[in-house]
T-cell receptor
């Protein structure tokens, strides 16, 4: 079955340290991959996407993500975490070969950056 | 603020009552989406409009749910005979022509939280 997974419910990191939020997917073809962030009492905000091309994509607020086809992963990264990065992060996938237009979201990972 | 707006932000109702949520998308966006998010879960797709046409519906959208976008601008999501399992955050998003489901950049509202007692 086609799916997207975020294996960690929560990630804790100290301010200034690099952070990684993991996302893996299961699909028979090539997906479109996205990351969104949700701050408390705010709507989801688009961070970045992978459609095609370079495996490393850069997005908003200094975040980047690496598409790894062999490992079917699209992990979100940032070289130096800020306390203000603390939020809920969602990986989302569009499975192109299903004909569906909707994005499928992972269950989310709460990032906690300690000062 | 010219973002996506949703109304009401919070709704508490008794089981069996009907509720209606409204979404006003960004004015130049012709695509509109409804999602549902429960605590600890990611958003789940409900339905999608391009202009006034409802082009896709999830199996989550039971017979008690109906969505409309009569003039291709604002949209309403109605839940009839609410059940406690309907308690969730209902999210609306919009995107411009050529965007959204293709490029992935959806612009979300802050959501309407429904509590069914």
């Amino acid at each position: 079955a086609q799916s997207v997974a975020q294996p960690e419910d929560q990630v804790n990191v100290a301010e200034g340290n690099p952070l990684t939020v993991k996302c893996t997917y299961s699909v028979s073809g090539n997906p479109y991959l996205f990351w969104y962030v949700q701050y408390p009492n705010r709507g989801l905000q688009f961070l970045l996407k992978y459609i095609t091309g370079d495996n490393l994509v850069k997005g908003s607020y200094g975040f980047e993500a690496e598409f790894n086809k062999s490992q079917t992963s699209f992990h979100l990264k940032k070289p130096s975490a800020l306390v203000s990065d603390s939020a809920l992060y969602f990986c989302a996938v569009r499975f192109l070969d299903t004909g569906r237009r909707a994005l499928t979201f992972g269950s989310g990972t709460r990032l906690q950056v300690q000062p | 603020d010219t973002g996506v707006s949703q109304d009401p932000r919070h709704k508490i109702t008794k089981r069996g009552q009907n509720v209606t949520f409204r979404c006003d998308p960004i004015s130049e966006h012709n695509r509109l989406y409804w999602y549902r998010q429960t605590l600890g879960q990611g958003p789940e797709f409900l339905t999608y409009f391009q202009n006034e046409a409802q082009l896709e519906k999830s199996r989550l959208l039971s017979d008690r749910f109906s969505a409309e976008r009569p003039k291709g601008s604002f949209s309403t999501l109605e839940i009839q005979r609410t059940e406690q399992g309907d308690s969730a955050m209902y999210l609306c998003a919009s995107s411009p022509q050529g965007g959204g489901m293709i490029t992935g950049e959806l612009f979300f509202g802050e959501g309407s939280r429904l509590t069914v007692l």
